[in-house]
């Protein structure tokens, strides 16, 4: 989405925003995405494996779709991961007052299709070709050199058909588990399940 479309967004939605609850805010704004035909990221998870230095993605919920790209390697060790997995668009939205130059800030406008095509090990999933998500809040015990740590990982599962795709979220990138279980069950179209 370009700065001029969320701006655009914003005098469409002056006055229809006002009592809404922050799920019903992201809501609107995802309904007038589809209704413009403009698909727009809505969450981003990242995902760790061995403790940052394993295969780790972004997995990002658009209004159409779940999108899963690898991590460059400098993203590994220095990504913060979004404020309890809100994109930029959707996070303004639930501000009280938005400067102007959040809004132009370039960092928060996002091209789904660029994230595709920046690594051709990136695939997406149509919502309409998921069956469920799980997610469940756990601990993972890791061993060093015998002595061990525990790290405080949450887990998500999305089944697609007769396909399967696990990926842990560490806790601490991702914000807090029920901020997290709250907006995928509110916002994304398909069955979002604690386990």
């Known amino acids: 989405m370009k700065p001029e479309q969320f701006q655009e967004f914003l005098r469409y939605s002056k006055g229809r925003i006002e009592g809404l609850t922050d799920a019903e805010k992201i809501l609107l704004f995802m309904d007038w995405c589809r209704k413009k035909e403009i698909e727009e990221l809505m969450l981003r998870l990242s995902t760790e494996t061995k403790g940052g230095w394993g295969e780790n993605y972004f ?72 069956d469920h998500i799980y997610i469940r809040k756990g601990t993972e015990t890791v061993v060093h050199n015998m002595m061990g740590s525990i790290v405080q990982t949450n887990f998500l599962m999305v089944r697609s058909g007769q396909k399967t795709y696990n990926f842990k979220l560490p806790a601490r990138k991702d914000g807090h588990f029920d901020k997290i279980f709250y907006w995928l069950d509110s916002l994304i179209p398909v069955t979002v399940k604690k386990l």
Do not use: C, Q
Not at 79 to 97: N, Q
């Open 59 to 130: 997995i990002d919920f658009t209004t159409e779709r779940i999108i899963v790209s690898k991590k460059n390697f400098f993203r590994k060790f220095v990504d913060l991961g979004y404020v309890a997995g809100m994109a930029p668009y959707p996070y303004l939205i639930l501000r009280d007052k938005i400067k102007n130059s959040e809004i132009m800030n370039k960092s928060a406008s996002i091209d789904v299709n660029s994230i595709l095509s920046s690594n051709p090990n990136n695939y997406h999933i149509w919502y309409k070709n998921v």
